[in-house]
């Protein structure tokens, strides 16, 4: 089953308006978790950094203003798209690690689609 | 980080082994190999990860030779739901963040 969640998995909005996307590790704790955006056919690009209880960490070249990342409690982070523009329609997924057996492993949520109009 | 190349696409028929090969020539001591799968308007999801040698799972097996500098995904007997984009990534231990390259697009063919 699934082990880091994302809702909503398709949001439409209107250009200017706000879009609040959940990242949610489901049976462990993740005092980090990473965001990330595709573009389509293009690999997945890393936008920041989610720290829990402290700021984000931005790539470079990400807009922190515009990027609202908020990563309150051990199990779960915000990413929120301030003003959007259509130009920031994409695929957005978040991902965070699970220690295993043998591995610790980065899992992935199912992505987020935004589409903005 | 250690940049890696790998072919953007490959078409291969049902039922064939497909191996796919990624080059990392600047991989340092401490970075292990992680191949990841991607399905459309889907996250990532983890397929093998290893450091030397040979590793196999119940999905794939990876081979990397002495000198770690490349690395080959091998999918046995692929079928049509092996269409996916498959990423090779070069992970620094203890690093938790991922970068990831361009990716293999993997097209089965009936």
């Known amino acids: 089953g699934a082990v880091v969640s994302q809702h909503p998995s398709r949001v439409i909005c209107k250009s200017g308006t706000s879009v609040k996307i959940e990242c949610r590790s489901l049976?462990?704790?993740?005092?980090?978790m990473f965001w990330y955006r595709q573009f389509p056919k293009q690999s997945l690009m890393l936008m920041a950094t989610s720290n829990e209880g402290s700021k984000a960490t931005y790539e470079q070249g990400v807009e922190k203003d515009k990027f609202l990342i908020n990563h309150a409690s051990l199990t779960l982070s915000t990413l929120t798209v301030t003003s959007a523009h259509p130009e920031d329609s994409s695929f957005y997924i978040c991902?965070?690690?699970?220690?295993?057996?043998?591995?610790?492993?980065?899992?992935f949520g199912q992505g987020t689609r935004l589409t903005v109009v | 980080l250690a940049k890696t190349t790998q072919p953007i696409s490959m078409d291969s028929y049902e039922g064939q082994e497909v191996n796919i090969t990624c080059s990392h020539n600047n991989i340092a001591t401490n970075d292990y190999i992680t191949w990841y799968q991607q399905f459309p308007s889907q996250g990532p999801r983890f397929i093998i990860q290893?450091?030397?040698t040979k590793v196999t799972n119940e999905v794939a097996s990876l081979f990397i030779p002495a000198d770690r500098k490349s690395s080959t995904l091998s999918l046995p007997r692929v079928s049509l739901s092996d269409t996916a984009v498959y990423y090779c990534?070069?992970?620094?231990?203890?690093?938790?963040?991922?970068?990831f390259g361009t990716g293999t697009r993997l097209t089965v063919i009936p």
């Open positions: 290893g450091y030397k």
């Open positions: 991902s965070a690690y699970k220690q295993g057996l043998r591995n610790t492993e980065a899992f």
């Open positions: 990534l070069v992970v620094q231990t203890g690093a938790n963040n991922l970068f």
């Open positions: 049976d462990f704790q993740a005092t980090t």
